[in-house]
């Protein structure tokens, strides 16, 4: 039997449901990335490996040699930041020079100073041990004020974040809730701040340990919480220290503040087959830990429906709890894995629950095949030979162009009953040519898959090769573990063409099979341009009318009669002139070096000028002519 290249089609988990998450922080490959990223030489790197691998209570190695060796520059208030910060983690306060101090604490001196370089001045200071010296009172009204300029979910996050170490966080609980509000929604699934992980990261952890530290119940809602969560999910493929590192503290202090969002994820296979009739759940917090009070009993499936006819299988079904994991939960089938299909299940974990897909997946067979040869017009009975499965027919079956192929066959599952499958295909090919023919079996009212095929019209898809042909049949179906490839017969087809049997006739039609020759695109050719004389003749011509204006002013003279006498009326004249004048000149410099927008730079103040001088000297002269 030749292995099948049938694809079988798995449904991937989807959830209709917001009320539980699906999936969960993959820890262990984030702790990679934040191991790997303490090799580097980068402070801020550095920084942000080891603020992740402390957030994991990992291993923190010795990087005091680093830290000393590390260039910085003195004046960047956030480089001092990484600096300080990744010192006070790695327990290396003793390899930092003395200059660290003055770029904090000019910060702290200067009176227009940002959010931002004060948070990274104060918490410099307090790596060093010098966290006191930003004053509460005054500090939180100097702060008041510079939100009042700029209210951004950033600056929020880093004015909580002061508040923790000066000591205001009351003023933080009663501004929690309001900056919350300022989350963007996404598809009404997630929500985040403006600025992305980083500002979501910040501002939810600090709003998260400040009301842990004043020992008050998170002011995010439900709602909030499983649409925080989905965000960092949609962000679990961070691939930089950086990234990991923020989405660990989010992670897990949104995972920390209870009532935790529950995450369902399938542990491992998404169907079940004869053999295996279980499928294994994982009902865990957002970074894959058990979920507390949650108890064993409270995880069940509620109903189970059929989606082919949705016919309900199973409901109230309680999952059981794996010994030895906690974190895991079986959802025995055993009821339906005789009816293979796709199925909707729906599960709880305590009030709250979501739909899952899981395909019942059956085993097919086809016990024998009737394989007919007979006339086209059907003056004669075909002649009818069975063969059983996996047989292979050892006479060669014979067809002209004159007769057609007739199969006849049942498609069985592993309890002997009539199927219908999604593919059914038969195929006929020589054995080591490029092409082939592939027909697809239909099944009628009783399931009885029938095939009849035309042998002379079957002769151009095989390049009007006859000889040997192999007969096929392939079956497959989305809902079946493995699928069905059966070469049943040697089929010798004459297409009563005047070449010998088994050569194809010579055609242009390349084979299918295998790369495609490649295409070579080639650009247009430029258009041949004109000779030199030719431009300049052309370029001459069309300033004529111009030449010959100026020559006939040269001749006739200009009359300057109307022209205003007076110093103010002439200034106005002279000025609409030049403007004008220039605004045709700025013409031409757009055909010669400008740009549309510089252009239109220029062009407004020089209109705004034509149009005022332009407008008081018309007045001017109708004011004169009314006189006369």
């Not at 199925?343 to 897909?357: C, E, M, V």
């Not at 060669?396 to 057609?404: E, P, R, W």
């Amino acid at each position: 039997m030749t292995r099948c290249c049938l694809p079988l089609l798995l449904l991937s988990v989807f959830a209709v449901s917001h009320a539980i998450l699906q999936g969960t922080v993959d820890v262990k490959r984030l702790q990679g990335i934040l191991e790997e990223g303490v090799k580097s030489k980068d402070i801020s790197t550095l920084y942000y490996s080891l603020k992740g691998l402390k957030k994991l209570n990992a291993k923190i190695p010795d990087v005091c040699n680093v830290i000393q060796s590390t260039k910085y520059d003195i004046k960047n208030i956030e480089q001092i930041f990484h600096l300080t910060n990744a010192a006070e983690l790695s327990g290396c306060q003793n390899s930092l020079k003395p200059d660290v101090l003055s770029a904090p604490t000019q910060v702290l001196d200067k009176k227009d100073a940002t959010i931002p370089d004060l948070y990274h001045a104060v918490y410099s200071l307090k790596a060093l041990g010098k966290g006191s010296v930003y004053d509460k009172e005054d500090s939180l009204k100097n702060l008041i004020q510079l939100l009042k300029k700029d209210d951004s979910p950033a600056n929020y996050g880093y004015v909580f974040a002061l508040c923790e170490h000066i000591g205001c966080t009351a003023w933080t609980a009663t501004h929690a809730e309001s900056a919350l509000l300022a989350a963007d929604e996404t598809d009404g699934r997630s929500l985040h701040f403006d600025g992305g992980l980083p500002v979501t990261s910040l501002v939810l952890s600090t709003i998260i340990r400040t009301y842990k530290s004043l020992g008050k119940p998170s002011p995010l809602s439900t709602e909030q919480r499983y649409k925080f969560g989905a965000y960092l999910l949609s962000r679990r493929s961070v691939t930089s220290p950086r990234g990991a590192a923020l989405l660990l503290e989010a992670a897990s202090d949104l995972a920390g503040d209870q009532p935790t969002p529950i995450s369902i994820v399938f542990k491992d296979k998404k169907f079940i087959t004869s053999d295996s009739d279980s499928i294994e759940f994982s009902v865990t917090d957002l970074i894959g830990r058990p979920i507390p009070n949650l108890k064993p009993d409270e995880v069940i499936a509620q109903s189970g429906t059929r989606l082919a006819d949705d016919v309900v299988v199973l409901s109230k079904q309680p999952l059981t709890q794996k010994s030895n994991e906690p974190t895991t939960f079986i959802l025995n089938l055993s009821k339906i894995k005789s009816q293979h299909g796709l199925y909707k299940i729906s599960l709880s974990a305590g009030t709250k629950s979501a739909n899952f897909n899981i395909a019942v997946l059956g085993e097919i067979q086809v016990s024998s095949i009737e394989v007919g040869i007979g006339d086209v017009d059907g003056t004669t009975s075909p002649k009818v030979t069975t063969v059983t499965y996996p047989n292979k027919l050892s006479e060669k079956l014979q067809a002209d162009h004159l007769q057609k192929v007739t199969l006849k066959f049942t498609v069985r599952d592993k309890w002997n009953k009539p199927v219908v499958v999604q593919q059914a295909f038969v195929r006929i090919a020589p054995a080591n040519a490029p092409y082939e023919a592939i027909y697809v079996a239909e099944p009628d009212a009783a399931g009885t898959y029938k095939v009849e095929l035309n042998v002379g019209a079957m002769s151009a898809h095989l390049q009007h090769s006859g000889g040997a042909h192999e007969l096929s049949v392939m079956l497959g179906d989305s809902a079946v573990a493995a699928p069905l490839a059966w070469t049943l017969a040697d089929l010798v087809l004459n297409f009563a063409r005047d070449n010998a049997v088994g050569e194809p006739v010579k055609t242009t039609r390349s084979p299918y099979r295998g790369p495609l020759p490649e295409i070579a695109h080639e650009f247009r050719s430029a258009e041949a341009r004109p000779s030199r004389l030719v431009s300049d003749v052309f370029a001459l011509a069309c300033g004529a009318p111009l030449l010959l204006l100026l020559l006939l002013w040269a001749r006739l003279g200009l009359n300057f009669s109307l022209f205003p006498p007076l110093p103010l009326p002439a200034l106005t004249a002279l000025l609409f002139h030049v403007a004008l004048g220039g605004s045709l000149a700025l013409y031409g410099m757009l055909w010669l070096q400008l740009t549309m927008f510089e252009t239109l730079r220029y062009l407004l103040p020089l209109g705004a000028v034509t149009f005022l001088s332009g407008h008081r000297l018309l007045r001017g002269l109708v004011r004169d002519k009314a006189s006369r």
